[in-house]
């Protein structure tokens, strides 16, 4: 899966989040969408290690201390656009 397509499908909760690089931004979504770090990494073309570091990353910016917890920030961001 291409970086172009994962970002159609997933579109970019996280977009105004100015805490998190791209590249962070990207995972994460990735991530709260219940994609698999191995999936992640082939869809942005880098290594699972990769993904691994931009999600601890993001995690800790977003003061996330599981995945779960990336999945419910998504979430929160999504029903805030909706309101």
Known sequence: MSKRTIRAILGNPFEECDLL????????????KGYTVRAIGKGLGISENAVRIRLRTAMFKLGC???PDI?????????????
């Open 65 to 67: 201390r599981r995945k």
């Open 21 to 32: 690089t791209d590249a962070e931004r990207a995972a994460a979504n990735a991530t709260a």
């Open 71 to 83: 999945v419910r920030r998504f979430v929160q961001e999504l029903e805030d656009r909706a309101a």
